[in-house]
């Protein structure tokens, strides 16, 4: 019996997101008492795998699999689940991750079970607090398959450092065909992105049009944060839609959240409450978003965001 | 083309969430139930295919008779026919199980899920579906065209969108972006007249067992009461995210 997370990389480098999903699997590791291995493709460098945990590393070199593709990636997951005994696979909250989670459970006729919340309540039976109604309520949910895969939640559980054996071990797979192929991906380049962003800066109709998301830009700047939209704002084409957070755009879940002349819709809200801390800035203090807030501030959004940029600048 | 879209019937989002029965189930008391958005746009996208790859577009559901509204609305929206699962949807396994027992007696080329429920949020039966069928699947779909027995979709990633070419059949999992919240359609009288004439079909349940249980649900604790601070209190507030709230 063993863990075994899937760690997503980047330019062959394992990415940060995917540092707290080893932790959450070494804890667990741990508390079951078995190994943890990871799984990675086209990785080159491996101490962050050894540094968060995994007591085995298993690196599927590829030249096809350079993209994701969740059909091959799940069936050699399931090659390794069968071989080496597998009983728990832990995966994050990306887009990748989930569509892998869903897929995986499939094809091993299984199940998934997403937006965990914390280290398994108990073993036996296997229970966990996951969110559900867009973060409105926990579900402590018991999981009866024999495997079992589940989607840790970001900035859920941590990352700690607690070092694993990290010795590589060979794996010779043979799922390689595939009816589905990624032909392209279309990334903004040193941008970063609202998944792996520890800050989001957001703003709304408040900002009156787009000729004014400069001073928005500049304080994501200087906080290394990506920025985001609300609804009406990318609707009406301000701002593209890949930066519309909410219940039917992206799920945020940063450490800190900032909203700039957004209301706080009930839609809105579903989609970044699971951030731990939100400041709103808002010259309306009747704003329901007040009321979701951990910080805010009554005032001109136009004033307010330069000085906060000015202090940011000279505190460096 | 056979299209089937899968229905989640689903409360509306401004509903307040509350558990009975020792918080247990759900309380749909006072609440009103929605097609899962989701779903939505992944209907609205097989509407639009009826005329432009002359497909034929069926819509399902698992659950009791009162989702049988939410299925009149798609009828209404311009789904040809709908499909109900008698049965109470309790996992997403025992439902993806459901769904695929009804596709092994039809053929669809093409079965469209939301990408998750705003209920549950598992995002996991649209995935469950395409691994027990054995189809390929792409889901965060911001894009489809069909020619010629294949699927050029577009999904939704990490900061940007990629490109993905598949032989059908197979699962999407659709949401905002495949059509725009403005193109949804609102059933105007006649569709909803007509969507009295077409067949809404009661299939019985095979109860298939589950593989999760919600054993109890519990809600976030109180939130405190916000910090607010004045405009000219700038310098204090990033102290307080610093060495507070340790965010910055």
Redesign the interface.
Known sequence: MAILVYTESEKNEIKKSSFETISFGRALADKMNIDLICICFNCSSFEHLKQYGADEIVNIEDQNLE?FN??LY?SIIKELIESLGISVVILGS???S??L???????????????IVGLPESINPF?VKR???????????????EVKILGISSNSFGIIEKPGRGNLKEFDITSKNS??????????TG?I????A??VVSAGRGLKGPENWGMIEELADV?GAATACS?PVS?MGWRP??E?VG????PVAS??YIAIGISGA??HL?GINSS??K??INNDPEAPF???????????AF??VP??IN??NS?K | MNILVCISNVPDTTSKINFTDNNTKFDKNGVQFIINPNDEFGLTKAVWMKESNNASVTVLTVGDQSSEAILRKCLAIGADKAIRIDSFPEDGFSVAKEIEDHCKTQQYDIIICGRESIDYNGGVVPGLLAGFLDYNFVTNCVGLDVESGKAKCSREISGGVEIIECELPMVIGSQKGLVEESDLIIPNMRGIMMARQKSLEVVSSKKISTKTLDKNFSKPDEKSEVKLFKPEELDKLIDHLKNEAKVL
């Open positions: 993209k969740s059909k799940s990306t887009p990748d989930k569509y989670g869903a897929h995986l459970s499939g094809i091993t006729n299984t199940t998934y079970t997403s937006n229970t969110s559900c109604f867009s973060n409105k309520a926990f579900s402590l949910t018991e999981i009866n398959s009816t589905l192929q990624v032909i392209n991906t279309e990334k903004q941008k992105t609202i998944e792996d520890d800050i906080l609804k609707d839609h890949s519309h219940q039917t755009g992206k450490n800190l009930i839609q579903a731990k801390i400041l709103v007040f009321k979701a807030a951990d910080y805010g501030i009554v005032g001109d004033e307010i000085q906060l202090i940011l505190s």
